[in-house]
T-cell receptor, first 113, second 110 residues
Framework: SAVISQKPSRDICQRGTSLTIQCQVDSQVTMMFWYRQQPGQSLTLIATANQGSEATYESGFVIDKFPISRPNLTFSTLTVSNMSPEDSSIYLC??????????FGSGTRLTVV | DAKTTQPPSMDCAEGRAANLPCNHS???????VYWYRQIHSQGPQYIIHGLKNNETNEMASLIITEDRKSSTLILPHATLRDTAVYYC???????????FGAGTILRVKS
C-alpha cells in the first residue's frame, strides 16, 4: 500500500509570494491528484497530474495560478502562485491504491497574510 | 457536482451502531460506491467500497440496495474516535477523480 509524504505540513506566507508543496509516494503511481479544502468546506479537486504530460485542471483552476510538476512516477509538486488571503486552505495530494481506495497525504495548511 | 446526497449531521451513542445513509440515484453501472472519513485536521481516510454486493471489512460494513440507488455505511460499535466527517462518493474504478460532496458530520457521544 502506498504511503504519501507531503511537505511542508503548514506555512504562513506573505501575499504576492508563491509556495511549492511537495508530495512523495513510496511506490510508483500513474496519476496523482491535488485537492484544496477551504476552511469549513469539503475537498475540491484542483488537477490530475500524469507523469510525462501536462496536468489536467478542473474548472475554476488554471495552470498559471497552480502550476504542477510531475517529473517521475513517485513525486509531484503543486505551486500556489501570487498568493492572496483567499488561497488560505489545506492542500492535499492523493494517489490511487487500487483495491484499497485512494490514499491522501496529511495535507499542507497554508495561511496567507 | 457531487453525485451523492447525505444528511448534514448525525449523532450516535458510544458503543451503538452508526448507520450513515447515502443516496446516489444517478449512479451508472460501472461506478463504485466509496466511503471515506476525515477526522479533524487530517487527510481523508479510505473506509470501504463496493459495486453491487454488500461488503464488510475491519472498519465497517457497506449495504447497497438492489437498485444501487442508495447505500448505508455501518460502523458496528461506534467509539468517540469515530467522530468525523463521512463522505460517500461514486466513481469508476481506478484512476478516476473523486468528487467530494459536503458529507455527514457524525458525532459520537458518551
Amino acid at each position: 500500500s502506498a504511503v504519501i509524504s507531503q511537505k511542508p505540513s503548514r506555512d504562513i506566507c506573505q501575499r504576492g509570494t508563491s509556495l511549492t508543496i511537495q508530495c512523495q509516494v513510496d511506490s510508483q503511481v500513474t496519476m496523482m491528484f491535488w485537492y484544496r479544502q477551504q476552511p469549513g468546506q469539503s475537498l475540491t479537486l484542483i488537477a490530475t497530474a500524469n507523469q510525462g504530460s501536462e496536468a489536467t485542471y478542473e474548472s475554476g483552476f488554471v495552470i498559471d495560478k497552480f502550476p504542477i510538476s510531475r517529473p517521475n512516477l513517485t513525486f509531484s509538486t503543486l505551486t500556489v502562485s501570487n498568493m492572496s488571503p483567499e488561497d488560505s486552505s489545506i492542500y492535499l495530494c492523493s494517489v490511487d491504491r487500487a483495491d484499497y481506495g485512494y490514499t491522501f497525504g496529511s495535507g499542507t495548511r497554508l495561511t496567507v497574510v | 457536482d457531487a453525485k451523492t446526497t447525505q444528511p448534514p449531521s448525525m449523532d450516535c451513542a458510544e458503543g451503538r451502531a452508526a448507520n450513515l445513509p447515502c443516496n446516489h440515484s444517478t449512479i451508472s453501472g460501472n461506478e463504485y460506491v466509496y466511503w471515506y472519513r476525515q477526522i479533524h485536521s487530517q487527510g481523508p481516510q479510505y473506509i470501504i467500497h463496493g459495486l453491487k454486493n454488500n461488503e464488510t471489512n475491519e472498519m465497517a460494513s457497506l449495504i447497497i440496495t438492489e437498485d444501487r440507488k442508495s447505500s448505508t455505511l455501518i460502523l458496528p460499535h461506534a467509539t468517540l474516535r469515530d467522530t468525523a466527517v463521512y463522505y460517500c462518493i461514486v466513481s469508476e474504478r481506478h484512476g478516476n477523480k473523486l468528487v467530494f460532496g459536503a458529507g455527514t458530520i457524525l458525532r459520537v457521544k458518551s
